[in-house]
């Protein structure tokens, strides 16, 4: 896999699914949408995992299993913290990030792969 | 007594190991940090502080336009004629950085000496008409040793496992790890420093545990040697038995000549398939000799792995010239426990995922120093507006201390970094030992630093250096522009990428530290019209600081 | 947990003494011993027992700190270093 995209790849689905976790908080809920919402976070927290899951994949395909869970791990800590730096200052635009990170990644990750 | 009481006591107890231990070490390991993030990028530093050498990529493999058996040759030349009876020889050969062969051997103190010579009249190079520099390796360098040989290693050792003490026990310090996860609540005083401390340590923990633990793996026989001293006699037996390599033989005394090195080269270039590094002899002069050689360490693109990258290695009898033993490259040898050590000292040098990998390590490696500048910096937020009375009717004292410290050691030490790269550019070229004077402008920018620090009021002192910072890295460009003729945008007309990151990467930094001296200095400013802080901010509770 | 009076100086400094060598006493003696008894060829098992050393190094430190008794903390790190090194010689005589 080209390994400019495997990287925009891995970074967009570790933020969207670090965000996704993020969000799934109470605390950080509030922060974005001002109220608990037991349902949406719910599915927030079940996509976190997922998305986090597979960004593993295209870091594989692109440095190998070795070095590509080594990358996948960085990107995961980068990830966490540009999100948790943007979070308290513009809460609403970390809340899109991770819309459009995720909705980026996962038919770009679906595309690579076909 | 109870399970909760006894958990309470040793959240105390680890709580005041981290804030102590944690202290007293970080103002070292934020200086091992930076160094460290920057040494990622040895290669890059040291390609711009060296205009004269060409750029990335475009020499490489077998063929790269140098004579290397001529450049063994005048190396064996040198070494014969003036160091004859020396126990070691080594002859590091031209690289992509570096078109002098170096020289390198023991003296009668037993002490290893070098000199770079010019590869083809073999005339020692010590004063320059070029840019000699110390390059990116300065920063490497700091960041294991201080520039201070095996002591150094020592210090950034025990700092290392502080570091480590520091981890363990600011996670069972920490109360709520998982809640507080994503929190970082800005505008807060004290509570935003830890935020900040919690958010920076906990999201990048992986990476701070492996690098301080691969860290001290690199030096496991310089820090653990008990193994080895007990069921070995010496060092070089331990890896002869461990990486079945030939024994090293005893000294005989017999005069006996060192066989031609370059015919050597020559024959170990041709198994390995790829350009020697370096060739040591053992025992040059005596019949005992022998000789290793070792191929160059080949980056790949598009071949990733932690284990097998080595160059490979020949070893011959040093008089015959007779081959011993051949280490093919990725050959593995010692076991499991072996594997695990080259994984170890592969993951913690960075060289393993290309760029990607180094600029992850980078950011990871400034989270690190985040994390112990934010520590540092809360210690002394929680003090200043409540006194803790620690050192009795010495708090004050010892805080202005402490002050100073954080100061010379957060900025100071930033500031002197940058500094370096001034040094390069402005230090006069073609005089003697050039690189030396480069490392000395960086001591003596940091040394000011904390004298800076301890003349003029906290705030101030903190305001200025970080302004100082922000001035030099967003001039650097300009001054590159003034003194070699060259800045960024030449650099990325030509594709020169490498170079041009250098500044660019400078410049952000810059703009990070204009930021943060603006937003000092607005809240200073506000302080000061309140004339005191509010009294509610005395009454903010912290479980850690 | 403040350093003011003098015997609580002295005896935060008998317990970082104990926690820096101490520790690094049994941590030695623990290599020593492994090395002479992990199921691995012996320079293999001295190199494993090398890296595992800054682990069990880490976790003495702790240790210490956390049982908040000086004599306690210099007895269980001595006793078994004592016991551990020597053994470790013993056994790891002869081997190659």
């Known amino acids: ?114 | ?545 | 947990m403040k350093p003011t009076s003098p015997s609580r100086g002295r005896i935060l400094l008998s317990r970082t003494a104990a926690a820096i060598f101490g520790g690094y006493a049994l941590t030695s003696a623990s290599v020593i011993f492994l090395g002479a008894v992990l199921p691995l060829p012996k320079s293999q098992a001295i190199l494993a027992s090398s890296l595992i050393s800054f682990a069990v190094y880490t976790a003495a430190i702790i240790w210490v700190f956390a049982v908040q008794d000086n004599r306690r903390a210099w007895l269980g790190l001595l006793l078994p270093a004592l016991v551990l090194a020597p053994l470790g010689w013993w056994l790891g005589r002869g081997m190659v």
């Open chain 1, 1 to 114: 896999m080209n390994m400019t995209l495997a990287l925009l790849l891995g970074a967009a689905l570790c933020y969207a699914g670090m965000a996704a976790l993020c969000l799934a908080m109470d605390r950080h809920h509030r922060q974005v949408w001002n109220r608990t919402g037991a349902t949406r976070q719910k599915a927030l927290r079940l996509i976190g995992w997922l998305l986090l899951a597979v960004a593993i994949w295209p870091c594989v395909r692109a440095w190998g299993s070795s070095v590509g869970v080594v990358i996948w791990f960085g990107l995961l800590s980068a990830a966490a913290l540009v999100l948790v730096f943007l979070l308290p200052y513009r809460p609403k635009a970390a809340a899109l990030l991770m819309g459009v990170t995720a909705l980026g990644g996962l038919p770009g990750l679906l595309w690579s792969a076909g």
């Open chain 2, 1 to 545: 007594m109870s399970q909760a009481v006894k958990k309470e006591g040793l959240r105390q107890s680890m709580a005041w190991l981290h804030t102590w231990g944690g202290l007293w070490a970080c103002w070292i390991l934020f200086v091992v940090f930076i160094t460290g993030s920057l040494g990622v990028f040895d290669e890059a530093i040291t390609r711009w502080m060296k205009p004269q050498i060409p750029q990335a990529g475009e020499v490489r493999g077998m063929d790269d336009g140098v004579d290397r058996p001529l450049a063994v040759r005048v190396g064996q030349a040198y070494l014969r004629e003036h160091v004859p009876s020396s126990h070691f020889w080594g002859i590091g050969l031209p690289s992509d950085t570096d078109p002098a062969v170096r020289v390198f051997w023991q003296d009668e103190k037993e002490q290893f000496q070098n000199l770079r010579l010019d590869a083809t009249s073999g005339e020692p190079i010590k004063a320059s008409t070029e840019r000699e520099s110390e390059g990116g390796h300065h920063f490497v360098h700091m960041h294991f040793e201080f520039h201070a040989g095996t002591a150094g290693i020592w210090l950034v050792g025990f700092f290392t496992m502080a570091m480590l003490v520091g981890l363990v026990s600011g996670v069972i310090t920490h109360k709520r790890i998982f809640k507080d996860f994503f929190t970082f609540r800005p505008g807060k005083q004290q509570r935003s420093w830890l935020d900040a401390h919690n958010a920076v340590s906990v999201l990048s923990l992986p990476f701070q545990l492996m690098i301080a633990y691969t860290g001290l793996a690199t030096f496991y026989m310089l820090y653990m040697p008990a193994g080895i001293e007990t069921h070995y006699s010496t060092d070089d037996a331990y890896f002869a038995d461990l990486l079945t390599q030939p024994t090293p033989r005893e000294e005989t005394g017999i005069k006996a000549e060192v066989t031609a090195l370059d015919q050597i080269l020559i024959s170990s270039e041709k198994q390995l398939q790829r350009p020697l590094s370096f060739i040591s002899v053992e025992h040059p002069g005596d019949s005992s000799a022998s000789i290793v050689t070792f191929g160059r360490f080949i980056e790949k693109t598009g071949e990733y792995r932690l284990l097998g990258d080595g160059g490979g290695q020949v070893f011959f009898d040093g008089v015959s010239g007779e081959q011993q033993d051949f280490q093919a490259p990725g050959e593995l040898r010692g076991g499991a426990a072996q594997d695990v050590q080259s994984v170890m000292r592969n993951l913690h040098f960075a060289a393993f995922g290309g760029l990607t990998a180094r600029w992850l390590y980078f950011i990871c490696g400034l989270a690190g120093a985040a994390m112990m500048a934010t520590g540092a910096i809360l210690f002394m937020v929680k003090r200043r507006q409540r006194s803790l009375n620690e050192f009795g009717a010495r708090t004050p004292q010892v805080y202005r201390i402490i002050e100073v410290l954080n100061i010379g050691s957060i900025s100071g030490i930033s500031l002197a970094c940058i500094a370096f790269f001034w040094g390069n550019r402005l230090i006069p070229l073609g005089i003697t030992d050039r690189p030396e004077w480069e490392v000395i402008s960086f001591f003596v920018a940091w040394l000011l630093t904390y004298v800076h620090a301890a003349i003029r009021p906290a705030t101030k002192a903190w305001i200025e250096q970080l302004l100082a910072v922000a001035a030099l890295c967003l001039a650097l460009p300009l001054l590159n522009w003034l003194v070699v003729g060259d800045q960024f945008v030449s650099y990325l007309q030509r594709g020169d990428g490498e170079r041009a990151a250098v500044e660019l990467t400078a410049m952000s930094i810059g703009l990070l530290s204009l930021w943060t001296a603006r937003k000092l200095w607005l809240k200073n400013r506000q302080k000061v019209e309140r004339k005191t802080p509010q009294p509610s901010l005395n009454t903010a509770k912290v479980e850690v600081a």
